[in-house]
Every structure is written in C-alpha cells, then in structure tokens.
C-alpha cells in the first residue's frame, strides 16, 4: 500500500471515543494531486492536505472540492468571530515554538453555535508544557481536546478555543449558528427541612426553613436496588455548633460536608440532620442512580495465565491527554506504575495481571503480553494461607468511599481511582471485610504510601499496632471480621489483599503468636510466628479459655528476649532473635467450700470468709510477679480485710487494695481493717520471692436503713435516712489514712445541712474537707456552722487523719 493510503483509525477504549489523527479521501479529490508525505482528510465536501513531516507549517495546502465562500479565521491571529458560520486553524508557528491563545465565536440572539473539528493533531501531547486544545462554554464538563467529527454545542450564545501549540501541531474547526431549540423541563421539586420530613422523588432540592432554629430530620428513598447521591452547592455555616449531618452514607462522621463533593449512599436512604441559625445556609441537590455514574471511565481488565506461568507486557502505544488520566498495572515487580514506559517489558508477580484505567476522551494506549514460564525466585519469608483450589479465578477489587462491605473469600482493597482530584484533600470512609463466622481473614498490604500515621487503619486483628499497617505483613482477625479505615490526602495510595482461612481444628496444640488469637484446648503450647525479618516489631495477643470449673497453668521453658524494650506476658511485643516456649495445661478449679487461696493461682472468691498468701517458689531472686485477687460477696453485703502480716522486702513491691472507702491505698498496713465500698475488694501485688502477707477477710451484713450513727474509714454512705453524725473509725491510727464518706439526702427532702461541733487536727499534713455545697469546697469546716448542699443534694466528707485527729460532724435533711 503506497504511503499516502496509510489513514489513521477511530479507536474506542471503554466505549469512549479516542483519536487524534484522522484522515478521510473525499471523493472529489484525485488520487494524483497527493504529493508524497502528506496526509487527506477533510469532511462536508471538502478536503484538507496536510504534511506529515518537520516542515509541516511551511508546506501545508488545501483542496477545496466545492468553492464554498466560509470565512476563515487564523488562531493567535484573530481574537473573535461575529459570523453565522466559519472555519479556524493555527497560525504559522515556527520550529520550536510555542504560542498560548484564545479566540472567541459569538452567535446572536435566540442562536446556539454548533461546532465540529475535522482535524485534531496534538504531537506534544506529553511534552512539558503539552500540547492542548480546549473547548469552553459546551455542553460538557471539561472538552480537551475535542474529539474528531464530534459536534458540541454551546450553552450560551458563546464558544472559546483555547490554545497551546507547539510546531508540528494543527487543527481545523467549523461552526454555524442555528436558532436554539427551546425545551419544557419539569421542575425539580423543593424541599424545606423542619417543614418537610420526607422524600421519595427521584431528585430534589433541600435547604433550610427559613424560620426554624430547631435540629430537623430530613430523610430521602430511593426504590429498592437503587442508590441516592447528593451534593451541596452551598454550605454556609458560621457557628461551631451548627452542622448538616449526612446518615448513611458511605463517608464517615459527615457533620458539614463539603461543597460540590458528591456523596452516595449505603442503601437507598439517607437521613440529613440540620441545625442552623438563620443567617446560615444551604443548598443541596440529591438525584436517584442505579450504580456509580459519571465521566471518566475507570475500567480494569484482568489476565490469568494458566499455574506455572507469568505475564511479560509491554506498551507501544500509550497517550493519556489529561493529567488526570492512566492506565496502572498491578501484580508486576515494581509497585505502582500508573504510565507505563513505551515498549518497556514488565513482568507480573505470578499468575495473574491486572491493568486498571482512567480513560478520558481522546485517550488511546495499546498494550501486547505473552505468557512465558515462571521464573523461579526466593520463597518470601511470609506468606499468606491461601485455599487450595484447581482453577484460577479472578480475584474482585473493591474502592473505599463507594464500597463499605465485602463477604468474598478473597479481594483486593484500594482507594477510589482519582480519589485526590475528586475529592481535595481526602474523605474518611471504612470497608468491612466479613467471612464466614467460623472462618477468620488474613489482610496483606503490598502499597502503603501514607502521608499520615492515621491514613490507613486495620483494625480487629491479633496485632496491636496495625496502624497503619506494616508493608507486605500478614495479619490475622480476631474475628470473623477485618475493619479497614482510611483518610487520605494526595499523594496517599494503598493495595490490600485478603483471603479468608477455617478455624483452627479443635485438636490443634500448637499455637503461634500473632497467627492465632484464642484455644480452648485442656493443653497447648505458644510460640513465635514463623519467618519474621530481621528488626521486626511485632506486637500481639492470645487468649487460653479453660473449661467450666478449670484454671490454667501456664509455664514457658525458654523467654529470650534480645532488646531492652521487649515484653513478655500473654500480651507479647517481640522482637526477631527473641524465643518463647510456653505451655499450658487446664487443671479443676479450687472446690467452693475452700478458705485457704493463693495469690497468682487463684483469681477470686465468693466464700464469706477466707485467707489470701502468696503462692510461694513461682520467681527466681530479681524476678517480681504481679497478680490480682478478688473477694466478691453478695450484692446487699460489703467486705472486710485484715493483714496480720505484710513483709515485702523489695522497694519496688507493694500490696495495695481497690474498691475501698480508703483513699489510694498502695501498702496494706498490718492490722488495719480495711472495708470495701461495694460489694466486693479487690488485692492488687508485685511481689518478690522473699515476700510475704497473710490476710484475712469476711463479709459483712450492710447497715440497718435507720442507722444514725456513721464512722469514717468504716461505711461508705447513707441515702435511707434524714440525719446522722459521722466521725473517725475507732482505733489507734499508728499511720496516716485517708477515707471519704457520702451523705445522700432522700427523694421526698430538698437539701442537706450539716456543721461540725468539734475538729481537732493536730498534724500539718491532715485535713477534713467538705464538698458538694454551695459554697466552694470547705477545708476545714467552721465549728458550728452550717454548709448547705448544692442542686445534687448529696455531699462528700473525706479527710485524712494521724494520731490524735478527732472531729463529731451532724447532719440533717429538709
């Protein structure tokens, strides 16, 4: 075929339209008349001749096949156009020049311009700056360039043609002017929140009720199978506690939302909560959709080659015309590539390839692969369990912000293509990923490129620190369940690939740290998971549930841990170089009838009485234990401890209680008597091989509902009767002790008024406070004046008292 016969072709990529260089022969002109290296192309009767070559400003001519008298106009020459019709092309531009112009086409009154481009030949397209032709005031969101043949019209009465052209680049565009054709649209209907409550039209308009200050619920349906989106052109607030709440939509915590960002919902509702003043405003339009909708295109194809096998691809062809385009590919080598290099060979990971593209009009590319033998590459030193299967599938790709749910046994989770330009600096959205209640999921992300330590979130896993989570790392749910949460900005972008795993058998002994969350099994043994790389930080926990009416004891022959700042208890940080070796076995619980009970062996007790020691041999010398302890009596009773013996030799160790009337206590005094402030007392310890206690407890009956008279460090409160006196617990107080007491009026009473007749405090660091008045709180009290409860009707005394300390306080409700 000659080399003038060798035309350019109309390619559509997604089901848009993409060419930049057409040529038509027009039977008008002869075959002759075409000198070597020039193309024809031409529409309506005509032809145009153009140059292919570097000289093509110099060379190029015309063949009109039917004298048409249409003005013609120069771009960079001419600035506008009054005419019912015409036609503009470049100027001359020399060799390595650039020229940035507009021009302007006017219709008259009552008129629409049609314009259509006969040729469209960008060479820079991917030059800094590139070439560009661009369409304003069209029907279209954003026309650059304009496809070949394609007719647009104008909005108004007006189009301009904005230019950036180098040498080598050329165009050809018509137009006429045609009377506009005037159409009846239905009116979009209105709505008022706090006037109207619902909606089930298809699309509409929502803004505030002028006279309302109130917060109102505004909700939208949509049929059944079908989604709402909506967007605020105006959103004008200006109090911190004003806001219009979005419910049920895929972004999260939406109070205000953003102005032109369209927003989709879950289901087929949504619910708008909105408080304003009434100088604020706002403006919102919704519109029911069957799916996603919009311009551009993003489309994704995936190869699977047959097991044993990989992919090698390249692109010869690749012309994105807009910043915003590409064409990535995922599962190669490198990570990321969003525009493949011309005629470079990329080569998949394993079995499968996928391209995924933001594709505009006039984009083009053209990608071949083959399929070789896979090459053979060291194993990685993690990997994810996978189900053994005969056939490869195509695993399905889902995009935070428009999809917030997954039950698929495996997928890939990514940002919303585009996310950066559609949504500025970013939305917080979250994706559940949920398997089958008796299967857990296994989440790996090979890209995480986060701007922020809170862009990426995996949550409901083993490990602790997932966020965001660590590249190429394995991580096990706790659950049936993985929660993945996102907010990101530009330039953030993450990969994830899951896959969903059975439950460990109920056989199964041996378990593995941050593989495994829980066993139920009588024995077993714990230790480190497999293949972690060198440095690496892992931070995880495991849980052991013994049988009804069982305990646990847990053992570990080996606990190396090679860094300062690695931990080891059922809640693990490790490092690699660390080892641990434990077991466990399931032994029956202490019988209910015992009194006699062992810290850090038993956990609690509900018996009435009993004596609480240490375990004994369980630390070499320099290890400490630390355990807790329990007495639960029932719930009209307290309870009582006395330590008739506390010997910690350590500095560091301590015997301390919980839940008293005491105040902090840290160090069980010997023979104090310590009273719980509920129903029940909890010890607390960190001891050594070389300390002792030996305490005792019993329960004890509440006090009658018509007691009157309270002691400090004793009871806790009183609510049953109207009036009372409260002073110190008796006893010779060989140490300080600090104790609090609450006075609680009645239901049928209005306040509290109470005054001490006596206080003495004789050391600096003792004290007798009063609060909950209505006064600010009292410290000391006035002898014999009277303190009068706030609003609450209840007040505090608390104090702490050494030696000699006395006071007698009276109190009366009214």
């Not at 003038?4 to 008349?33: E, K, N, T």
């Not at 959709?289 to 990989?310: E, M, N, T």
């Not at 058998?505 to 740290?513: A, C, E, I």
């Amino acid at each position: 075929m000659p080399p003038f016969m060798q035309i350019g072709f109309l390619f559509l990529v997604f089901g848009w339209s993409a060419c930049f260089q057409v040529a038509r022969l027009d039977a008008a002109a002869p075959m002759g008349h075409l000198a070597n290296g020039y193309n024809l192309s031409g529409d309506r009767g005509e032809s145009v001749l153009y140059s292919v070559d570097n000289e093509a400003s110099a060379q190029r001519g015309r063949l009109i096949a039917n004298a048409l008298n249409v003005p013609r106009f120069k771009q960079c020459r001419d600035r506008e156009a009054r005419t019912e019709n015409g036609t503009i092309t470049p100027y001359s531009i020399a060799r390595g020049e650039w020229r940035s112009c507009s021009f302007k086409i006017m219709a008259a009154d009552g008129q629409r311009m049609h314009l259509s481009c006969s040729v469209v030949q960008l060479t820079h397209i991917l030059s800094v700056p590139p070439s560009s032709l661009r369409l304003k005031g069209v029907v279209g969101v954003d026309v650059n360039p304009p496809s070949v043949n394609k007719t647009y019209t104008s909005i108004g009465k007006q189009v301009v043609l904005f230019s950036q052209l180098g040498d080598r680049d050329w165009f050809e565009c018509s137009w006429t002017a045609r009377t506009a054709i005037t159409t009846r649209q239905e009116p979009v209907p209105s709505f008022q929140t706090c006037r109207d409550k619902n909606s089930t039209a298809g699309s509409g308009v929502i803004q505030p009720f002028v006279n309302s200050t109130d917060e109102c619920v505004f909700s939208i349906t949509a049929p059944s199978g079908q989604r709402i989106e909506i967007a605020c052109s105006i959103v004008n607030f200006t109090y911190f506690d004003s806001w219009l709440r979005l419910e049920s939509i895929v972004d999260i915590a939406v109070w205000i939302p953003a102005t032109k960002r369209v927003y989709i919902t879950v289901g087929n509702q949504i619910k708008l909560y909105a408080r304003l003043r009434q100088s604020e405003w706002f403006d919102c339009k919704w519109t029911t959709v069957d799916s996603v909708v919009g311009q551009p295109r993003y489309c994704h194809f995936s190869i699977i080659a047959p097991i044993g096998y990989q992919f090698e691809i390249s692109c010869p062809a690749l012309n994105l015309t807009s910043v915003a385009s590409y064409m990535r590919l995922e599962f190669i080598a490198q990570t990321n590539v969003s525009r493949p290099e011309r005629n470079k060979v990329y080569t998949s990971i394993d079995e499968s390839l996928r391209l995924e593209s933001r594709v505009d009009n006039s984009d083009w590319f053209q990608c071949n692969w083959i399929t070789i033998p896979k090459k053979t590459t060291q194993p990685t030193t993690m990997t994810m369990t996978t189900p053994t299967t005969t056939s490869q599938q195509p695993v399905p790709t889902y995009y935070m912000c428009r999809e917030n749910y997954a039950a698929a046994a495996n997928g890939i989770i990514r940002p919303l293509d585009n996310y950066t330009a559609i949504f500025g600096d970013g939305r917080y959205c979250n994706f559940r990923i949920s398997a089958p209640v008796d299967q857990f999921v296994q989440i790996s992300c090979s890209i995480v490129n986060t701007s922020t330590s809170l862009s990426l979130q995996v949550l409901n896993v083993l490990d602790v620190e997932a966020i965001p989570p660590i590249l190429n790392r394995v991580y096990s749910s706790k659950t049936y369940y993985v929660d993945v949460y996102s907010r990101l900005r530009k330039p953030d972008w993450f990969s994830c690939r899951w896959t969903t795993i059975p439950a460990p058998p109920s056989t199964m002994t041996d378990y593995k740290f941050c593989r495994h969350g829980m066993a139920t099994t009588t024995n077993g043994t714990l230790r480190l998971i497999d293949g972690m790389a060198a440095e690496e930080w892992r931070f995880c926990f495991f849980y052991i549930l013994a049988p009804v009416d069982h305990q646990i004891q847990f053992s570990c022959s080996a606990v190396q841990l090679t860094a300062n700042t690695s931990i080891f208890s059922l809640d693990s940080t490790a490092l690699i170089g660390d080892r641990i070796d434990c077991n466990w076995t399931s032994i029956p619980a202490v019988p209910e009838l015992t009194s006699q009970f062992k810290l850090c062996r038993h956990g609690e007790a509900t018996s009435s009485s009993g004596t609480i020691q240490p375990l004994g041999n369980t630390t070499r010398v320099g290890q400490m234990m630390e355990c807790m302890f329990s007495v639960i009596a029932p719930m009209d009773e307290g309870v009582q401890m006395v330590c008739s013996d506390v010997s910690l030799m350590s500095s560091t160790s301590y015997l301390g209680l919980k839940e008293t009337v005491d105040v902090n206590v840290y160090k069980a005094v010997n023979n104090r008597v310590y009273t719980s402030g509920a129903n029940m007392l909890h010890l607390f310890s960190r001891i050594s091989i070389f300390d002792w206690f030996d305490c005792k407890w019993t329960t004890i009956a509440s006090l009658p509902a018509n007691a009157t008279d309270f002691k400090l460090c004793r009871d806790k409160e009183t609510r049953t009767y109207s009036n009372g006196t409260i002073q110190p617990f008796d006893g010779v107080l060989e140490e300080s002790r600090e104790c609090w007491f609450n006075i609680i009026a009645p239901s049928n009473r209005k306040e509290i008024q109470i005054s001490c007749q006596f206080v003495n405090l004789t050391s600096t660091t003792s004290y007798l406070k009063i609060s909950g008045i209505k006064e600010y709180v009292v410290s000391s009290p006035l002898l014999n004046k009277i303190y009068i409860s706030d609003v609450n009707k209840q007040i505090s005394v608390r104090a702490r008292l050494s030696q000699r300390d006395w006071f007698v306080c009276n109190w009366v409700s009214v």
